[in-house]
C-alpha cells in the first residue's frame, strides 16, 4: 500500500508540447515546496500565497537562483481540495523539458513522484469521493462522445453511488430484521413484508443490470466490423461512414490486406469501425494473414456489417462468411445499388434487417445508421434512462448482489423461513449480508486492496 502522509507530485498535463502544462503536488509539504520555488510578483496589494487565489511569479532553482520558467501559481489549502489535502499547482509553459525541470524541483524539495491515479486515491481514501466516482473520473477523461461524458458526470455527482446506496440500505432493514428474530426469537419483531421487500430490490438490480449493455457502449465504444468477399466494397463503405478518404479503395480484389480501424461519433455513440480485408479462400500468404484478422474482428466485434455486392450473384464465399456470423448482432448490406442490383440476395441470413446502398454515391447510408443505432438502443436513446450502469466491475458486482437477493426471495417465498425457522433463517440472513458486501463493492465500501490496486491502475500518472 502506498503511504499517504507525504507529499506527491507530478505533471498533470498530457505530455507534448502545450500551450499550458500543470506540475500539481499533493501532502502536507505542498506549501513548503510552492513557497521555495515560486517567487511570487506583486501585483497590488493581493498576497500571494492566499489559499484558492492564483498569483503570478517565477519558479527559480533553489540552489543555482537560475529562473526556470515564468507561471501562475495557486495554492489550495485543506479541506477544500481535490485530495482533501494541501494542494499547490504550478501552471507552466507547456513544454516537456520545462515541466520536468519544475518536476524534478519539487521532488529535490520533498516530494515523491505520484503512482499512476494516486491524487484521485487520496480523494477516494480522505472520503471525498468514492470508488464509483473515482472510476467516473476516469470515464471522463477518456470520454469519446457528448453523450458518454454526460453519463460519466452523472456518475461523479454520485447518482449511481446514491442509488446503489438507497438499494443497500433496504437490504440491510431486511436483515436487521431477520437477525433480530434470530437472536431474539420469543420477542415480538414488528412485522416487516420481507419478501415483497426483496421482490422491490430484485427489480430495482434487474433494471440497473439489463441498462448495461447500452451505458458500457457509451463508455467503450461499440465495435462494428465491416466484413464481407473482396472487392465487395467494405472500405468503400468505411470511408463514406467516416466521410472521409479513409482507406485505399480500388477495383482490384484483395486491397485491403490488414484490419483498420477509426472511431466515429454516431449521434453521441462512440463507434469503433473496423474495415477488414476480404475473406476469399484462394490467397497467398499476406492476404491469409490478413483474412485471419478479418476472422478475429468477426468474432470479436459486438456487430457485424455483412457486405455483398449487390451487382454480381452470391457466391458460396458470401454463404460461407455468413455462416461465421452465427447468432451474433449482424445487419446485412447489399451495396453497388447505383448499378441494377441482383434480387436474390434475401437468400443470405433471411432473419436480418438487409439494407441496400451505394457506397459510392451515399444512398441509403441513412438507412444503414439508424439500423446500427437500433441496434444500440433496442427502443430507448440514452436521455431516457435516468441511470446507466456503464463499467463491467460494477455490472459484476451487481449481477452477484442479484443472486444473492434472489436466493434469499426463493427461501423466503417458499414458507420454510417461517415453518422450520433457525437454521434457514440463518442461511437467509446469511444471503442478505452477501448481497450487501457485493452492492457495497460499488462504492467501495467493502473492497479489498486487490480491487483498489486493479481501478487505480487504469489511470495514468498525474491523475
Ligand atoms: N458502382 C459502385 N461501385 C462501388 C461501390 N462501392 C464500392 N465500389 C467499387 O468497388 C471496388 C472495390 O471497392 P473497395 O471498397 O475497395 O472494396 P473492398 O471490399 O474493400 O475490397 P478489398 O479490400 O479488396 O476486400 C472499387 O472499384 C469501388 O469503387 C458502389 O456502391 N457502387
Ligand atoms: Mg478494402
Known amino acids: 500500500m502506498l503511504s499517504l502522509d507525504d507529499t506527491i507530485s507530478a505533471i498533470s498535463t498530457p505530455v507534448g508540447d502545450g500551450g499550458i502544462g500543470i506540475v ?15 517567487r511570487p510578483v506583486r501585483l497590488g496589494r493581493r498576497r500571494p500565497f492566499e489559499s484558492h487565489r492564483m498569483f503570478y511569479g517565477h519558479v527559480f532553482d533553489p540552489e543555482s537562483a537560475e529562473v526556470i520558467d515564468e507561471v501562475l501559481a495557486v495554492l489550495m489549502r485543506a479541506p477544500t481540495t481535490y485530495t482533501r489535502e494541501d494542494v499547490a499547482e504550478i501552471h507552466c509553459h507547456g513544454s516537456i523539458v520545462a515541466l ?42 477518456r470520454a469519446k462522445t457528448d453523450a458518454g461524458q454526460r453519463l460519466a458526470m452523472r456518475q461523479l455527482q454520485g447518482a449511481l453511488s446514491e442509488h446503489a446506496a438507497e438499494i443497500r440500505s433496504q437490504l440491510i432493514t431486511a436483515l436487521a430484521h431477520v437477525e433480530a428474530s434470530l437472536d431474539f426469537p420469543d ?3 414488528p412485522s416487516l413484508d420481507i419478501a415483497s421487500a426483496l421482490h422491490e430490490v430484485e427489480a430495482q438490480l434487474g433494471r440497473l443490470i439489463e441498462g448495461a449493455s447500452k451505458g458500457m457502449v457509451y463508455r467503450n465504444g461499440l465495435r462494428v466490423a465491416i466484413v464481407g468477399r473482396p472487392n465487395v466494397g467494405k472500405s468503400s463503405l468505411l470511408n463514406a461512414l467516416l466521410r472521409t478518404d479513409r482507406a485505399i479503395v480500388t477495383h482490384l480484389p484483395g ?28 490467397a497467398g500468404l499476406v492476404e491469409s494473414l490478413g ?16 457486405v455483398l455486392d449487390g451487382s454480381q450473384v452470391l457466391q458460396s464465399e458470401d454463404f460461407r462468411i455468413a455462416s461465421l456470423i452465427g447468432n ?12 441494377p442490383l441482383m434480387a436474390e440476395h434475401e437468400r443470405i441470413l433471411p432473419e436480418l434487417s438487409h439494407i441496400c446502398l451505394s457506397a459510392l454515391t451515399g444512398v441509403g447510408l441513412n438507412e444503414l445508421e439508424e439500423a446500427i443505432l437500433a441496434v444500440v438502443f433496442a427502443g430507448g436513446a440514452i436521455s431516457s434512462d435516468p441511470l446507466l ?7 459484476d458486482a451487481l449481477r452477484r448482489t442479484l443472486d444473492h437477493v434472489s436466493s434469499a426471495a426463493a427461501l423466503q417465498s ?11 433463517e440463518d442461511i437467509l440472513a446469511f444471503s442478505l449480508r452477501a448481497a450487501v458486501t457485493a452492492l457495497g463493492e460499488i462504492t467501495g465500501e467493502t473492497v479489498g486492496e486487490d480491487v483498489l490496486d486493479a481501478v487505480f491502475a487504469e489511470f495514468c500518472i498525474g491523475k
Open 291 to 306: 483474412i485471419e484478422r478479418s476472422c478475429r474482428e468477426l468474432e470479436t466485434a459486438d456487430l457485424v456489417i455483412l
Open 187 to 189: 420477542d415480538e419483531i
Open 100 to 141: 520536468n525541470r519544475v518536476l524534478a524541483l519539487t521532488l529535490r524539495c520533498g516530494a515523491r513522484l505520484a503512482q499512476p491515479g494516486e491524487f484521485t486515491l487520496r480523494a477516494f481514501v480522505n472520503g471525498r469521493i468514492d470508488l464509483a466516482q473515482a472510476e467516473a473520473v476516469l470515464d471522463l477523461i
Open 389 to 395: 450502469v456503464s463499467n463491467p466491475r460494477h455490472v
Open 255 to 282: 486491397t485491403t490486406r490488414d484490419t483498420l480501424e477509426e472511431m466515429l461519433n454516431l449521434r453521441g455513440v462512440p463507434l469503433v469501425l473496423v474495415d477488414t480485408a476480404g475473406i476469399a479462400s484462394s
Open 414 to 424: 417458499s414458507g420454510a423461513v417461517a415453518s422450520i425457522r433457525c437454521d434457514c
Open 24 to 38: 500539481r503536488l499533493s501532502g502536507p509539504q505542498s506549501e513548503a515546496i510552492l513557497r521555495r520555488l515560486c
Open 328 to 339: 451474433k448482432a449482424a445487419i446485412v448490406v447489399v451495396n453497388k445499388m447505383d448499378i
